[in-house]
């Protein structure tokens, strides 16, 4: 079975423009959670979705928005990019339906503002 | 709001022998989960061992253990035998087991592990 699969592993991006990111979770998952990951504030939680809708979020501003599609991939955009953007941001999926299941994750993706 | 923290930003083991790592959380609740993930250089969170805060028996996997302390909210995970494969940033997780909220982890800030050999 294939693990969680993000692309791109590695992205720069200058201040100012939108980044979007791809999550394809294992086959059968359908729950798909976003993290982002700092050296200063740690692993912090984005949102997560389930069957195409946003079932939870975290506390960021309005420029961090995601979808999910039918097949259960994901995307996570940011628009209006700010240097504190840059972190190493790493999608979760799961079946979504036990409150202690495991969530896999993926190797994340490393996107770095200039 | 639930808080995580691990007070040893990085810790260091010899091979083969035993280390624990600490974690304390704070939570209103009374029904939750708590995690230890490894994320190694690969940059892949991987998930060591779980706990379930209704069951007193403390979990258990091959070589790593968990002391988990309802009452004090505390967490730690002991690894046994050391290995170099060990060597990771390790973080401890608070996942609440209610309402809409669960699928949300709260992580630790991780403590690096070094192994040496």
């Known amino acids: 079975k294939a693990g969680v699969t993000q692309t791109p592993r590695y992205l720069i991006k200058t201040r100012g423009q939108q980044v979007t990111l791809s999550c394809s979770p294992i086959s059968g998952h359908r729950s798909v959670s976003w993290y982002q990951q700092t050296p200063g504030q740690g692993l912090q939680f984005l949102f997560e979705y389930f069957s195409e809708t946003q079932r939870n979020k975290g506390n960021f501003p309005g420029r961090f928005s995601g979808r999910q599609f039918s097949n259960s991939r994901s995307e996570m955009n940011v628009s209006t990019l700010e240097l504190g953007d840059s972190a190493l941001y790493l999608c979760?999926?799961?079946?979504?339906?036990?409150?202690?299941?495991?969530?896999?994750f993926g190797s994340g993706t490393q996107l770095s503002v200039l | 709001a639930q808080t995580v923290t691990q007070s040893q930003p990085e810790m260091s083991v010899q091979e083969a022998e035993t280390v624990t790592l600490s974690c304390t959380y704070d939570?209103?609740?009374?029904?939750?989960?708590l995690f230890w993930y490894k994320q190694p250089p690969s940059r892949q969170m991987i998930l060591v061992i779980r706990?379930?805060?209704?069951?007193?028996q403390n979990a258990t996997e091959n070589r790593f253990s968990v002391n988990f302390q309802k009452a004090a909210k505390s967490f730690s995970l002991k690894i046994s035998d050391s290995q170099l494969g060990d060597a990771a940033m390790y973080f401890c997780a608070y996942r609440s087991a209610m309402g809409g909220s669960n699928y949300k982890l709260t992580f630790g800030k991780g403590t690096l592990l070094t192994v040496n050999p």
């Open positions: 979760a999926s799961s079946t979504g339906t036990t409150t202690n299941e495991k969530l896999f």
């Open positions: 706990q379930e805060a209704y069951k007193q």
């Open positions: 939570t209103s609740e009374s029904d939750y989960y």
